[in-house]
């Protein structure tokens, strides 16, 4: 099979890796006040690049900054956008092969009218590109994300009486975004998002139509929403969506095969590939892979970032040539199913743990594809 030039690859990840040490205690030390934002940087400089340099030696295409400059995987960014305030959580119960983990994700309240005031992930971009000679992915959390958590409730009135203007809003701070960021040199970006994982999730389905919204509607106006976002983008650059269902301390939030998003999905959606959760039996079976059209790519997400046993690599096959009954072999990639640190606090997994995982995926992806 002829070897892919542009992204997605046949192996691939999310982006995130396991912080460091030396990382987390100096951002501990940051927050007490000890070093300064510059110092806290340097230290970031020097993880960025070992990361980047054992992506490299992983045998990946595209490497990202391991996401070492957050703490959440998506509150770091919205919250740099005019108009964001970070308030609280929502209580939620995360479940994982340990028990239940209690966790309260930060919710996005969006108070006054939103504003794109300066590039957000420009110079982190510039920093990781300039360190390694693969291609470099940036990843931000989708535009989605400034809605489905808190709803219209978590949306001033007075700055928006009519939704359909947060929405255009919304679109045009990620376009300004993708604008610097594509001028920039950037041509594989990711967009994270849980939303339209949850929407597969009955209990999930239930509270959006509790705060008041139609789970069967929301799939295409999120649809919609991300193609505003990203209808400008630079010719040449490869948008992708990843989907997951939660992911902190190894614990995940829901489950639910995609069959209720996956016309808007796959069809609706204009980006050019999808990451899917698929490691256990939360994410359903293969059959709505039936609604890919050509020209776009899946990256299966078989290998689970969230335990540490590696997949038998002849099952990680099996199911590969499974999920080629719905969508062409050539459309299929391989990657594990979400980042390794979605937040600081990371994945019951070691570092070797984390590299095992990474290896599988390429040694895998060579065997089917002859090509990682």
Not at 54 to 72: H, K, P
Request: net charge neutral; aromatic share 8%.
């Amino acid at each position: 099979m002829a070897q892919r030039a542009v992204p997605p690859f046949r192996a691939d990840h999310v982006g995130s890796f396991l912080r460091p040490p030396e990382l987390l205690e100096a951002r501990d030390r940051r927050h007490r006040g000890e070093i300064s934002a510059a110092q806290l940087r340097a230290v970031e400089d020097r993880a960025i690049r070992e990361i980047v340099r054992l992506q490299e030696d992983w045998g990946l295409q595209a490497v990202t900054d391991g996401e070492y400059r957050r703490t959440y995987f998506h509150v770091d960014f919205l919250e740099q956008l005019e108009g964001v305030e970070v308030r609280g959580g929502i209580s939620a119960k995360f479940h994982g092969a340990r028990g239940d983990v209690d966790f309260a994700p930060p919710v996005m309240h969006v108070t006054r009218k939103l504003r794109h005031v300066k590039p957000i992930q420009l110079e982190d971009f510039k920093f990781l590109k300039s360190v390694t000679k693969r291609l470099p992915k940036v990843t931000i959390p989708s535009p989605t994300m400034l809605h489905f958590r808190g709803g219209r409730a978590a949306i001033s009135r007075e700055a928006y009486p009519d939704l359909e203007q947060f929405y255009d809003d919304v679109a045009r701070c990620y376009r300004d975004e993708i604008r610097a960021l594509g001028e920039a040199g950037c041509s594989y970006l990711q967009l994270d998002d849980t939303n339209l994982a949850y929407l597969c999730d009955p209990k999930m389905r239930a509270g959006a139509r509790q705060r008041g919204d139609d789970p069967n509607e929301l799939p295409r106006h999120y649809a919609r929403l991300i193609n505003a976002a990203i209808r400008e983008r630079p010719k040449g650059m490869t948008v992708c969506v990843h989907l997951c269902r939660g992911n902190f301390q190894s614990a995940w939030a829901a489950e639910g095969g995609y069959e209720p998003v996956a016309e808007a999905l796959f069809n609706e959606l204009a980006v050019d590939g999808y990451f899917l959760e698929y490691d256990d039996a939360r994410s359903g079976d293969f059959s709505p892979l039936r609604c890919v059209p050509k020209g776009k790519m899946v990256v299966l997400g078989l290998v689970t970032s969230k335990v540490a046993a590696l997949e038998p690599k002849e099952v990680l096959k099996e199911r590969i040539l499974e999920a080629a009954r719905y969508v062409a072999l050539e459309q299929l990639c391989l990657s594990p199913q979400c980042g390794f640190s979605s937040t600081v606090h990371g994945n019951q997994l070691s570092a070797a743990e984390q590299a095992a995982k990474i290896r599988l995926v390429v040694e895998t992806a060579r065997e089917v594809w002859g090509d990682a």
